[in-house]
T-cell receptor, first 115, second 114 residues
């Protein structure tokens, strides 16, 4: 069955370190998204991509970067981790079609703690 | 700018009671889509329903029903005869035609007391 996976599921790191969270989907979806979930804020969009070599900033993109070299993967990099980036991170994907009707499918999430 | 408001941060009801989760949205677009997702204690996000702005028919799926009213910009979710398995955080979300990005509300944590 097609799916979307994230790794690692849990990560503890130190302030200032570079961290990369992986997201892999086997649906062949063109659209991929990264969100962070924090209490009181719901899910907020960090970065998104509509296809290979396409990346765009979301509402909370500072301190994060993504790259899209193939359809299946959208890794999220924290260039220099900060305690404010302690959060649960969700990757999602959706098929393109121009109508925006489709729901997004979410990965299981990665819990990141920055000490 | 789009906005989704879920004013109820937490709700607790006794099992078998009915409960309604409120969702109010703001958008300037005429064509848009509304969604509900469920996040059980295990943490994953589960898609529940999608509704487009031209379809104001209420929808029922088992114990779940959704009431979409454009006049009040609301898309409320009712669980009838609640069960403990309904305990979760529920998110309402919005996106516009031609835009793949979802705008989420802050979620409502529903606890069903056995």
């Amino acid at each position: 069955d097609a799916e979307i996976t994230q790794s690692p599921r849990h990560k503890i790191t130190e302030t200032g370190r570079q961290v990369t969270l992986a997201c892999h989907q086997t649906w062949n979806h063109n659209n991929m998204f990264w969100y962070r979930q924090d209490l009181g804020h719901g899910l907020r969009l960090i970065h998104y991509s509509y296809g290979v070599q396409d990346t765009n900033k979301g509402e909370v993109s500072d301190g994060y970067s993504v790259s899209r070299s193939n359809t299946e993967d959208l890794p999220l990099t924290l260039e220099s981790a900060a305690s404010s980036q302690t959060s649960v991170y969700f990757c999602a994907s959706s098929p393109s079609g121009g109508l925006s009707y489709n729901e997004q499918f979410f990965g299981p999430g990665t819990r990141l703690t920055v000490l | 700018a789009q906005k989704v408001t879920q004013a109820q941060t937490e709700i607790s009801v006794v099992e078998k009671e009915d409960v309604t989760l409120d969702c109010v949205y703001e958008t300037r677009d005429t064509t848009y889509y509304l969604f509900w997702y469920k996040q059980p204690p295990s943490g994953e996000l589960v898609f529940l329903i999608r509704r487009n702005s031209f379809d104001e028919q209420n929808e029922i799926s088992g114990r779940y029903s959704w009431n979409f009213q454009k006049s009040t910009s609301s898309f409320n979710f009712t669980i009838t005869a609640s069960q403990v398995v309904d305990s979760a955080v529920y998110f309402c979300a919005l996106k516009s035609f031609g835009n793949e990005k979802l705008t989420f509300g802050t979620g409502t944590r529903l606890t069903i007391i056995p």
